[in-house]
């Protein structure tokens, strides 16, 4: 039988790494379902993360970090996203600017300057900073990449949310970072804005107004 | 062996004098070829087995302070063994197909004098004779593919190889010249004792590239190559794509390896991109082609690339002092030199007896040859099996010892090699796997099936003269395949001059078994892997037929109920390759296809077109000779000028050479 | 027990597996769509069946269509002789090692291709095109897995491979995970199981193997049946020997307590493999036939990936 060695590196690695795989399945995806879904197994493994590191570096407020990312971004958003969606009858299928196969070559090719670049510069940190680094980066890369080389707004949102979770796994990889807990509340608060944003754009172009006495006009007609 | 050489160039020049005569000395020019050929072949392997010293001769031949200095080592020795040994052979089919020839008096004499080039520049020591002797091979293959000048692509295809041969003899002066300048002499051994680093180093590496990578067929200095070697008679393109080439490599090697001095580390790395890029790009082209031979050239730019992979790792593991791996990579770069001056030619021949036999290149109207044709259909199912690196022949050893070496190029210390190492293999692997598509293309559409034309419904078998080559060929490939350590033996003296103080490359290994890094590591055996497929196919074949069933009965094909026995319901070569043109064609080659349907009325016939453009034409030649004509089209104002403007102009360059005299003093 | 006469015994021991393999296989995907199913000795029927029947040749069959079920049936025979399954310590293990494996089973799809041309129908170009199409595809992808593997273990010789997980602490590592994904990725496609061709499919457009050897009948399809059946039990014990091998004996000479635990666990495995198999093939569909070449890639990213994360943990 193997023996579980260094099992907090292993962990730890085993999470990031599975982010970043995640972050991959999204720009391979072709279903704005599926995009929802990776998204929120991502925003768990996010959460696994967080509460990994919260043990491994004795910071209990890092427990908090988890618990919102789970909640918020493993649940609600994705939720409230899946019923945008359907309600306003947004357009399923994606369109990319660059074809998938290219895309997941740029990926790869993102990940390697990532790697490329931190590897070195961080040589005097612990192991397990440095590899957290180089994975929080590649991440953000990819969330920037699928923002740009997707068609539909939705995604678009999604790719800064994953680039956000890329954020936020920086900030719990490095030992005694401060304000971790504030700055991801922060960045909850920011993404609920953006959401909103996407919901009064498309009931915009569906109802030409966002004036709630003339929406609410219609409510009879609707149930 | 320097007096088998001077005999073997004797007979050479000999078949090149009887070659003036014409048709009726033809059997005697091909066979004082062969005779030459099988002379320094042999005396050529006499060298390698017993390893001595190297062999040195200076004539008072060429400039008269420099003389012709010639040098026989362990190198020049290898690469005499595969010239003049393929050579042999290839003489000996010509016997037959020489007779096919239209115009003999343009192939007869030419031929002898390419062998002589080819084996002058394996042996030259000093640039003046080398660079002769490459000119001489050069023009001498121009000549032979002129031997067909009466077709339109044959004139364009000379054309081309003029061209693209003069910037690479061009290349190779000046690196050449910037060797002589920093060690003092043109012989190769002042350039060998005063090794070059730095910027002069850099920009000799990129002209031998391209000087010798052009000769050998490197993207983007290949597109000369398909149409040249296509146009050629079969025999004369057997010896371009697997000899000429070879002899380029060997400029290449010989160049890098033992003129310049240790090489940098990023030397490799250029080398390797460039023939990952060759080879992928290379057998991407061939998918795409339905003319015989020109897919079979391309398939020479896939195979160069390959051995140009191993280079690259050979010259990074130096760079890095990895010896012992230097050692593996270089031993599976030569050994696939050898391996494919084996097999190509044994697939050009094959070509060649299929257009003797049929009249035709076109793979679209050929068909069902293994009935009429069965012992040139069977060596080139042989040929066909070892180019696609498949056990048990000898294509795969080398690729299996460039895998290894790839395996272990992770221990490389620079990241860059790092990750290049890894995707330099997948395109390797990629390159390997779409290679045996494209043979079960060109075996399936050529000799399997049904005949889709008259011409070949009516073949017959070429004569013993043209099928005995063939078989030896392929019998060397079997040979190589299953016992690889009879050759890897003979190239141990290579490795030990080009790599000084290695050890013994594949130490591990003997007869049966191959061990390139260490039992534990890896190990193969293609003597035992053929015996057990044997053994257990003739088992199954016996017990099968004694206990279940051994009847038989022939009817109609099943063809799910739709049987159709017209000839144009078969699969063509373009069908074969359309999952490939739709997954690759589309972003590497553009490739777009079109069916133009007739309007309800109209009695033509709907048809389907594929268009596909070349990437290195579209994106260097073209605008290149866009750019060359621009600027000719400006310059041509030079032509109208009075006679006072050009003694201006010829006062004015006398004013400024002086000028520049009185400034560096 | 000798190691020769071990030798003798693997070899027997995946001829024998094999039908009942599938026949797992297909008895786990009947009753999850809700049949009963065909007995799970049903294959060794049809091959016997099939062995004893008469070939029907098209006229224009030559002598490689004749040949080629015997060579094929052979090296993937051997093949499957060679990847270790209860022991380590096979002689057979040693004569090729995983890159000479898969060129190999390369070997015999050749011949099995050039078959699917030599009658002259269209069905069999189609076959052809299409599984050397897919074929080229999975070759990046499996060379990236053997890569990954030989990072770590430091050897493609997989005897040394299994002997290298079952005695070194390895650990938990998303490379092997990403590189066991992979694997089976690519196994699925070499296989010709959901969702890269139906094996039991009878529409003629979605047929890739089937399109292949459509002409053949009598003894030379129940060799190509059996081959494979064979096949499928290779990549299975492959991925058990590279990635799972607990079980396996290590030390020589074998003792019989060892060689029992060898095969016990061996057989589970295999077991367990073909109802997962069952389950995934029944749980998704088939995808459309250029679709596979982003699945295939979707498996060289994998272990592509999985190279890098070993270059960044090696490397730290």
Same mark, same amino acid.
């Given at each position: 039988?193997?023996?579980?060695?260094?099992?907090?590196?292993?962990?730890?690695?085993?999470?990031?790494?599975?982010?970043?795989?995640?972050?991959?399945?999204? %720009?391979?995806?072709?279903?704005?379902?599926?995009? @929802?879904? &990776?998204?929120?197994?991502?925003? *768990?493994?996010? +959460?696994? $993360? !967080?509460?990994?590191?919260?043990?491994?570096?004795?910071?209990?407020?890092?427990?908090?970090?988890?618990?919102?990312?789970?909640?918020?971004?493993?649940?609600?958003?994705?939720?409230?996203?899946?019923?945008?969606?359907?309600?306003?009858?947004?357009?399923?299928?994606?369109?990319?600017?660059?074809?998938?196969?290219?895309? %997941?070559?740029?990926?790869?090719?993102?990940?390697? @300057?990532? &790697?490329?670049?931190?590897?070195? *510069?961080?040589? +005097?940190? $612990? !192991?397990?900073?440095?590899?957290?680094?180089?994975?929080?980066?590649?991440?953000?890369?990819?969330?920037?990449?699928?923002?740009?080389?997707?068609?539909?707004?939705?995604?678009?949102?999604?790719?800064?949310?994953?680039?956000?979770?890329?954020?936020?796994?920086?900030?719990?990889?490095?030992?005694?970072?401060?304000?971790?807990?504030?700055?991801?509340?922060?960045?909850?608060?920011?993404?609920?804005?953006?959401?909103?944003?996407?919901?009064?754009?498309?009931?915009?172009?569906?109802?030409?107004?966002?004036?709630?006495?003339?929406?609410?006009?219609?409510?009879?007609?609707?149930? | 062996?320097?007096?088998?050489?001077?005999?073997?160039?004797?007979?050479?020049?000999?078949?090149?004098?009887?070659?003036?005569?014409?048709?009726?000395?033809?059997?005697?020019?091909?066979?004082?070829?062969?005779?030459?050929?099988?002379?320094?072949?042999?005396?050529?392997?006499?060298?390698?087995?017993?390893?001595?010293?190297?062999?040195?001769?200076?004539?008072?031949?060429?400039?008269?302070?420099?003389?012709?200095?010639?040098?026989?080592?362990?190198?020049?020795?290898?690469?005499?063994?595969?010239?003049?040994?393929?050579?042999?052979?290839?003489?000996?089919?010509?016997?037959?197909?020489?007779?096919?020839?239209?115009?003999?008096?343009?192939?007869?004499?030419?031929?002898?004098?390419?062998?002589?080039?080819?084996?002058?520049?394996?042996?030259?020591?000093?640039?003046?004779?080398?660079?002769?002797?490459?000119?001489?091979?050069?023009?001498?293959?121009?000549?032979?593919?002129?031997?067909?000048?009466?077709?339109?692509?044959?004139?364009?295809?000379?054309?081309?190889?003029?061209?693209?041969?003069?910037?690479?003899?061009?290349?190779?002066?000046?690196?050449?010249?910037?060797?002589?300048?920093?060690?003092?002499?043109?012989?190769?051994?002042?350039?060998?004792?005063?090794?070059?680093?730095?910027?002069?180093?850099?920009?000799?590496?990129?002209?031998?590239?391209?000087?010798?990578?052009?000769?050998?067929?490197?993207?983007?200095?290949?597109?000369?190559?398909?149409?040249?070697?296509?146009?050629?008679?079969?025999?004369?393109?057997?010896?371009?794509?697997?000899?000429?080439?070879?002899?380029?490599?060997?400029?290449?090697?010989?160049?890098?390896?033992?003129?310049?001095?240790?090489?940098?580390?990023?030397?490799?790395?250029?080398?390797?991109?460039?023939?990952?890029?060759?080879?992928?790009?290379?057998?991407?082209?061939?998918?795409?082609?339905?003319?015989?031979?020109?897919?079979?050239?391309?398939?020479?730019?896939?195979?160069?690339?390959?051995?140009?992979?191993?280079?690259?790792?050979?010259?990074?593991?130096?760079?890095?002092?990895?010896?012992?791996?230097?050692?593996?990579?270089?031993?599976?770069?030569?050994?696939?030199?050898?391996?494919?001056?084996?097999?190509?030619?044994?697939?050009?021949?094959?070509?060649?007896?299929?257009?003797?036999?049929?009249?035709?290149?076109?793979?679209?109207?050929?068909?069902?040859?293994?009935?009429?044709?069965?012992?040139?259909?069977?060596?080139?199912?042989?040929?066909?099996?070892?180019?696609?690196?498949?056990?048990?022949?000898?294509?795969?050893?080398?690729?299996?010892?460039?895998?290894?070496?790839?395996?272990?190029?992770?221990?490389?210390?620079?990241?860059?090699?790092?990750?290049?190492?890894?995707?330099?293999?997948?395109?390797?692997?990629?390159?390997?796997?779409?290679?045996?598509?494209?043979?079960?293309?060109?075996?399936?559409?050529?000799?399997?099936?049904?005949?889709?034309?008259?011409?070949?419904?009516?073949?017959?078998?070429?004569?013993?003269?043209?099928?005995?080559?063939?078989?030896?060929?392929?019998?060397?490939?079997?040979?190589?395949?299953?016992?690889?350590?009879?050759?890897?033996?003979?190239?141990?003296?290579?490795?030990?001059?080009?790599?000084?103080?290695?050890?013994?490359?594949?130490?591990?290994?003997?007869?049966?078994?191959?061990?390139?890094?260490?039992?534990?590591?890896?190990?193969?055996?293609?003597?035992?892997?053929?015996?057990?497929?044997?053994?257990?196919?003739?088992?199954?074949?016996?017990?099968?037929?004694?206990?279940?069933?051994?009847?038989?009965?022939?009817?109609?094909?099943?063809?799910?109920?739709?049987?159709?026995?017209?000839?144009?319901?078969?699969?063509?070569?373009?069908?074969?390759?359309?999952?490939?043109?739709?997954?690759?064609?589309?972003?590497?080659?553009?490739?777009?296809?079109?069916?133009?349907?007739?309007?309800?009325?109209?009695?033509?016939?709907?048809?389907?077109?594929?268009?596909?453009?070349?990437?290195?034409?579209?994106?260097?030649?073209?605008?290149?000779?866009?750019?060359?004509?621009?600027?000719?089209?400006?310059?041509?104002?030079?032509?109208?000028?009075?006679?006072?403007?050009?003694?201006?102009?010829?006062?004015?360059?006398?004013?400024?050479?002086?000028?520049?005299?009185?400034?560096?003093? | 027990?000798?190691?020769?006469?071990?030798?003798?015994?693997?070899?027997?021991?995946?001829?024998?597996?094999?039908?009942?393999?599938?026949?797992?296989?297909?008895?786990?995907?009947?009753?999850?769509?809700?049949?009963?199913?065909?007995?799970?000795?049903?294959?060794?029927?049809?091959?016997?069946?099939?062995?004893?029947?008469?070939?029907?040749?098209?006229?224009?069959?030559?002598?490689?269509?004749?040949?080629?079920?015997?060579?094929?049936?052979?090296?993937?025979?051997?093949?499957?002789?060679?990847?270790?399954?209860?022991?380590?310590?096979?002689?057979?293990?040693?004569?090729?090692?995983?890159?000479?494996?898969?060129?190999?089973?390369?070997?015999?799809?050749?011949?099995?291709?050039?078959?699917?041309?030599?009658?002259?129908?269209?069905?069999?170009?189609?076959?052809?095109?299409?599984?050397?199409?897919?074929?080229?595809?999975?070759?990046?992808?499996?060379?990236?897995?053997?890569?990954?593997?030989?990072?770590?273990?430091?050897?493609?010789?997989?005897?040394?491979?299994?002997?290298?997980?079952?005695?070194?602490?390895?650990?938990?590592?998303?490379?092997?995970?990403?590189?066991?994904?992979?694997?089976?990725?690519?196994?699925?496609?070499?296989?010709?199981?959901?969702?890269?061709?139906?094996?039991?499919?009878?529409?003629?457009?979605?047929?890739?193997?089937?399109?292949?050897?459509?002409?053949?009948?009598?003894?030379?399809?129940?060799?190509?049946?059996?081959?494979?059946?064979?096949?499928?039990?290779?990549?299975?014990?492959?991925?058990?020997?590279?990635?799972?091998?607990?079980?396996?004996?290590?030390?020589?000479?074998?003792?019989?307590?060892?060689?029992?635990?060898?095969?016990?666990?061996?057989?589970?495995?295999?077991?367990?493999?073909?109802?997962?198999?069952?389950?995934?093939?029944?749980?998704?569909?088939?995808?459309?036939?250029?679709?596979?070449?982003?699945?295939?890639?979707?498996?060289?990213?994998?272990?592509?990936?999985?190279?890098?994360?070993?270059?960044?943990?090696?490397?730290?």
């Amino acid at each position: 039988m193997p023996v579980l060695a260094n099992l907090t590196y292993d962990t730890a690695h085993l999470l990031d790494a599975g982010m970043l795989v995640l972050s991959f399945a999204l %720009l391979y995806q072709r279903r704005l379902f599926g995009v @929802l879904k &990776i998204y929120a197994m991502q925003a *768990v493994l996010l +959460a696994a $993360a !967080a509460a990994w590191q919260a043990h491994a570096q004795d910071a209990p407020q890092l427990y908090i970090t988890a618990a919102t990312a789970l909640v918020f971004k493993g649940a609600v958003i994705p939720i409230a996203l899946h019923r945008i969606i359907v309600r306003l009858d947004i357009h399923r299928a994606i369109e990319t600017a660059l074809g998938i196969g290219p895309t %997941l070559v740029v990926g790869v090719a993102l990940v390697s @300057l990532s &790697i490329l670049l931190v590897l070195p *510069v961080t040589a +005097a940190s $612990a !192991a397990l900073t440095r590899e957290s680094l180089a994975s929080a980066l590649s991440i953000v890369l990819l969330g920037l990449l699928m923002m740009i080389t997707r068609r539909n707004a939705v995604s678009q949102v999604v790719g800064f949310m994953s680039l956000e979770n890329g954020l936020i796994l920086a900030a719990v990889g490095v030992k005694g970072m401060p304000l971790v807990v504030e700055l991801s509340i922060a960045f909850e608060v920011m993404v609920a804005f953006i959401i909103f944003g996407i919901f009064f754009f498309h009931i915009r172009e569906r109802f030409d107004t966002l004036d709630v006495h003339d929406i609410e006009r219609f409510r009879g007609e609707r149930s | 062996m320097l007096s088998a050489l001077s005999v073997g160039l004797g007979l050479y020049a000999l078949a090149f004098g009887t070659g003036l005569a014409g048709r009726r000395l033809l059997a005697a020019v091909y066979l004082l070829s062969a005779l030459a050929g099988a002379t320094i072949a042999i005396a050529a392997l006499r060298v390698l087995i017993a390893a001595g010293p190297a062999e040195v001769a200076t004539l008072p031949l060429g400039l008269p302070w420099l003389g012709a200095h010639l040098r026989i080592d362990a190198l020049s020795a290898f690469f005499l063994l595969v010239v003049n040994f393929a050579a042999t052979l290839i003489s000996v089919y010509g016997l037959e197909y020489g007779s096919h020839d239209a115009e003999p008096r343009r192939v007869l004499p030419f031929y002898p004098l390419f062998l002589i080039g080819m084996n002058l520049v394996l042996v030259a020591d000093d640039a003046f004779a080398f660079l002769v002797s490459w000119e001489t091979m050069s023009v001498a293959s121009w000549l032979l593919v002129l031997a067909t000048h009466r077709q339109d692509e044959t004139r364009s295809a000379a054309l081309l190889y003029l061209v693209m041969a003069s910037l690479g003899t061009g290349a190779l002066i000046f690196a050449f010249g910037i060797l002589a300048g920093e060690s003092g002499s043109y012989g190769f051994a002042a350039m060998r004792a005063a090794p070059i680093t730095g910027g002069k180093a850099a920009v000799v590496f990129a002209l031998a590239l391209m000087g010798a990578g052009s000769k050998a067929g490197i993207v983007p200095l290949h597109v000369w190559l398909p149409p040249a070697h296509s146009a050629a008679p079969s025999h004369v393109s057997a010896l371009m794509s697997g000899i000429m080439t070879k002899v380029a490599l060997y400029g290449l090697v010989r160049i890098l390896f033992d003129l310049t001095g240790p090489p940098p580390w990023w030397w490799g790395v250029v080398v390797l991109a460039v023939g990952a890029i060759t080879a992928l790009l290379g057998v991407l082209y061939a998918v795409m082609q339905h003319d015989l031979k020109r897919l079979l050239a391309y398939h020479t730019v896939e195979n160069i690339g390959i051995v140009v992979i191993g280079l690259g790792f050979a010259l990074a593991f130096r760079a890095n002092r990895l010896d012992g791996l230097a050692a593996l990579a270089l031993v599976a770069a030569l050994l696939h030199v050898f391996n494919h001056a084996m097999f190509k030619s044994l697939l050009f021949l094959g070509a060649g007896a299929v257009q003797v036999a049929t009249s035709e290149r076109d793979m679209e109207r050929l068909g069902g040859l293994i009935r009429t044709m069965p012992r040139t259909a069977f060596t080139f199912l042989i040929g066909s099996v070892a180019i696609s690196a498949l056990p048990p022949f000898n294509g795969f050893v080398s690729e299996w010892l460039t895998f290894q070496a790839i395996i272990r190029g992770s221990e490389l210390p620079q990241w860059l090699l790092k990750f290049e190492v890894p995707i330099v293999g997948a395109m390797l692997a990629l390159a390997a796997a779409l290679a045996a598509v494209c043979f079960v293309k060109v075996v399936g559409v050529v000799f399997l099936g049904r005949p889709r034309s008259p011409q070949a419904a009516e073949a017959r078998e070429v004569g013993n003269t043209m099928v005995a080559p063939m078989a030896g060929f392929a019998l060397v490939c079997t040979l190589v395949g299953v016992l690889p350590m009879i050759l890897i033996d003979i190239l141990r003296p290579v490795i030990a001059l080009l790599l000084p103080g290695s050890g013994p490359a594949l130490a591990g290994s003997s007869l049966l078994w191959l061990v390139p890094l260490g039992a534990d590591r890896s190990s193969y055996s293609g003597l035992i892997v053929i015996a057990a497929v044997a053994i257990l196919a003739t088992v199954l074949v016996a017990a099968i037929h004694r206990f279940a069933s051994n009847r038989l009965r022939r009817s109609p094909a099943w063809d799910c109920g739709f049987p159709d026995t017209r000839t144009e319901t078969e699969y063509t070569a373009g069908s074969f390759a359309q999952p490939i043109r739709r997954v690759f064609g589309t972003t590497v080659f553009a490739a777009r296809e079109r069916v133009h349907m007739p309007a309800p009325g109209e009695t033509h016939a709907a048809s389907f077109e594929v268009t596909l453009k070349d990437p290195a034409w579209e994106g260097l030649y073209r605008p290149t000779a866009t750019a060359v004509s621009f600027l000719a089209d400006r310059l041509n104002v030079v032509q109208f000028q009075t006679i006072r403007r050009y003694l201006t102009l010829m006062f004015a360059a006398l004013v400024a050479l002086l000028l520049i005299v009185a400034v560096s003093q | 027990m000798t190691t020769s006469l071990l030798d003798l015994v693997q070899l027997i021991l995946v001829l024998a597996l094999a039908p009942l393999l599938t026949g797992i296989v297909r008895k786990v995907k009947a009753r999850l769509l809700g049949r009963r199913g065909p007995t799970l000795i049903q294959p060794y029927r049809d091959l016997l069946r099939l062995l004893r029947k008469e070939v029907v040749l098209a006229p224009s069959a030559s002598w490689l269509f004749r040949v080629i079920p015997y060579t094929t049936f052979a090296a993937i025979w051997l093949a499957a002789a060679i990847v270790p399954t209860f022991t380590t310590g096979l002689m057979t293990s040693r004569i090729a090692d995983l890159i000479a494996l898969v060129a190999l089973l390369g070997s015999a799809r050749f011949g099995l291709a050039l078959a699917g041309m030599d009658v002259g129908t269209s069905f069999g170009g189609i076959g052809s095109s299409r599984e050397m199409m897919i074929a080229s595809l999975a070759e990046p992808a499996m060379l990236m897995v053997t890569f990954t593997v030989a990072l770590l273990v430091r050897s493609t010789s997989l005897p040394h491979i299994s002997e290298f997980m079952l005695t070194h602490a390895v650990g938990i590592r998303i490379s092997l995970l990403l590189g066991l994904i992979s694997l089976a990725m690519v196994a699925i496609a070499e296989n010709a199981r959901i969702p890269v061709d139906n094996p039991a499919t009878h529409l003629e457009l979605t047929m890739v193997h089937e399109a292949m050897v459509l002409e053949y009948s009598g003894r030379h399809l129940a060799l190509i049946e059996a081959a494979s059946m064979v096949k499928l039990l290779l990549y299975l014990s492959l991925i058990v020997a590279m990635f799972l091998p607990w079980g396996m004996g290590i030390e020589l000479p074998l003792g019989w307590a060892a060689l029992g635990i060898g095969l016990g666990a061996y057989a589970a495995k295999l077991m367990v493999g073909a109802v997962l198999l069952g389950v995934f093939e029944t749980a998704i569909a088939k995808m459309r036939v250029f679709r596979v070449a982003e699945f295939l890639g979707g498996a060289f990213l994998l272990g592509i990936l999985a190279a890098i994360f070993l270059y960044v943990s090696e490397g730290l």
